[in-house]
């Protein structure tokens, strides 16, 4: 059996950040087009390819080829099943998309993944002749059980897999439970899977090559929130992985190992939240004791507050280069309704001992609650310029919110009426699309305003006077150029509200 993993190319106002994104954009800017290495779809093609099965590594958006080659190369290499990763902005390409397949190609097999269908199951087998959708994150996993059922390797369906019996019906797998244990999926085929093509142009990177992995699916404070493991309200992921689960340190020991062979200067774990504890302590001890803190830099996500100042030192010492934060908003009452567990102040705390080890900083912030006001959005705002002004942080992002379907988010949406729009198409975070006090134009100078924060004279002085070679001189002139993308993706609609 031949198997593709696809991302097809798409019609839209830019590059489509689809995988590892929590949330869906158009890079419109074209200087600030990149694309993500999928670590799961790789996961899964790898994991195929162990098996016996030939693959194929079809990402025609990264490769930046048309549809009419994307169709041609299916033709040309007799694939008999495709898988596609999906998120509700471009859903309904994704159903064009197989649709057109099938009406070439009857006999081929197509598969959607993804955080939409994944809340959605049924609506996809409404909308397209989609033969499985895979719910949950572990498309490694549920792909590879799929085509083992289908040639009569397994004889049932795991959970989470959707299917129309004989009569047209649409059926959920076995509903026993499976928790799959990732120390069990061989170390990802970079090979097979075109690593080059996203390792250069990233904002989170500082070096070149880079890429990504991801030793846990997905983040710990889900499984410890006071909230029954809701986790972040916001959050796509929520909608993807039931469970929490982490490598064991010596598999992303051997994983960096492997990347440093292929010449990869920098990684980011993509992790939710990265390990802490005695995990953190053994994994940095074995990047030392390895030697590779002085071959690669190292990126996580954490969570305010995770963290105490000997961590910070030892991640530092262990090769760890940049931090990223979700500070989301500074008030409090937002952060409550979101359950990030934390406070404006405890990041700032983090992040001063982040800075004070030596480490590089990031945060995340949105706009567009239904609850701010525009005095609560313009305290985040000068939230953000103070840590550029005292050096708490190297980067940013900014971004408008998006409730995507399965969220908690959402549902709270739906329930208030918040929701200005279902047309998935503009849940790309071209405009707001829940009600807020504030006007779009409104909203999108915030963002804009917070990224004109880089221009402070304190930050600038101080960047300028950290310059120690000429990689961080490129480093400061890539940043600059992103940072003016920015304000390039976020103007404002004329007549926006």
């Not at 899977?193 to 996203?198: A, D, G």
């Not at 908690?408 to 739906?414: I, Q, S, T, W």
């Not at 001189?473 to 103007?491: G, T």
Request: hydrophobic content about 40%; glycine content about 6%; charged content about 25%.
């Amino acid at each position: 059996m031949k198997i593709a993993i696809c991302n097809p190319p798409l019609k839209g106002p830019g590059v489509p950040l689809l995988s590892q994104n929590r949330q869906f954009q158009w890079f419109r800017s074209p200087l600030s087009s990149y694309v993500i290495y999928p670590v799961i779809p790789a996961s899964a093609a790898t994991l195929l390819k162990s098996k016996g099965y030939r693959v194929f590594w079809l990402d025609y958006v990264a490769e930046k080829r048309t549809y009419k080659e994307f169709a041609d190369q299916i033709d040309k290499q007799s694939i008999d099943l495709i898988a596609i990763e999906s998120k509700t902005p471009v859903i309904q390409q994704h159903w064009q998309i197989i649709n057109n397949l099938k009406k070439r190609f009857p006999k081929i097999i197509c598969i959607l993944m993804g955080d939409h269908v994944t809340a959605l199951p049924a609506e996809s087998f409404e909308k397209s002749k989609v033969d499985y959708v895979i719910c949950g994150g572990d498309y490694d996993f549920l792909l590879l059980n799929i085509i083992e059922f289908l040639n009569k390797k397994k004889k049932v369906l795991e959970p989470g897999i959707y299917f129309k019996d004989v009569k047209g019906r649409i059926k959920n797998a076995i509903q026993r439970r499976i928790v799959h244990d990732l120390n069990k999926l061989p170390l990802i085929d970079r090979k097979l899977t075109k690593w080059e093509l996203y390792s250069v142009g990233n904002g989170n990177f500082k070096y070149t090559p880079n890429t990504y992995t991801m030793a846990g699916r997905d983040c710990w404070w889900r499984r410890n929130s006071l909230q029954g493991g809701v986790g972040c309200t916001f959050c796509s992921w929520t909608t993807l992985f039931s469970d929490w689960r982490v490598v064991k340190p010596e598999r992303l020991l051997d994983e960096v190992g492997y990347l440093t062979g292929l010449g990869i200067k920098e990684i980011f774990d993509d992790t939710g939240t990265f390990p802490i504890g005695a995990w953190l302590k053994k994994f940095c001890q074995g990047m030392v004791r390895r030697g590779y803190n002085k071959k690669i830099f190292f990126g996580c996500n954490m969570r305010a507050g995770a963290l105490v100042e000997k961590d910070f030192q030892l991640m530092k010492k262990a090769g760890f280069r940049f931090i990223l934060y979700g500070l989301e908003s500074v008030n409090q009452r937002t952060l409550d309704r979101l359950n990030k567990g934390t406070t404006a102040k405890v990041l700032e705390n983090s992040l001063k001992m982040a800075k004070q080890a030596g480490l590089e900083p990031h945060v995340t912030v949105m706009f567009g609650y239904p609850w701010e006001t525009k005095e609560e959005v313009k305290k985040t705002v000068e939230f953000t310029h103070s840590l550029f002004e005292k050096g708490y942080i190297d980067t940013l992002q900014a971004t408008l919110l998006i409730p995507y379907p399965g969220t908690a988010l959402y549902k709270e949406a739906v329930r208030n009426n918040w929701l200005k729009t279902s047309n998935y198409e503009r849940f790309d975070m071209s405009e707001p699309i829940l009600k807020t006090r504030l006007t779009g134009a409104e909203l999108k100078k915030a963002i804009r305003n917070c990224y004109n924060s880089f221009w402070s004279v304190g930050f600038m002085k101080r960047k300028i006077f950290s310059i120690r070679n000429v990689q961080d001189v490129k480093f400061l002139v890539f940043l600059a150029v992103k940072y003016l993308s920015k304000l390039l993706d976020f103007q404002p609609k004329k007549n926006e509200n």
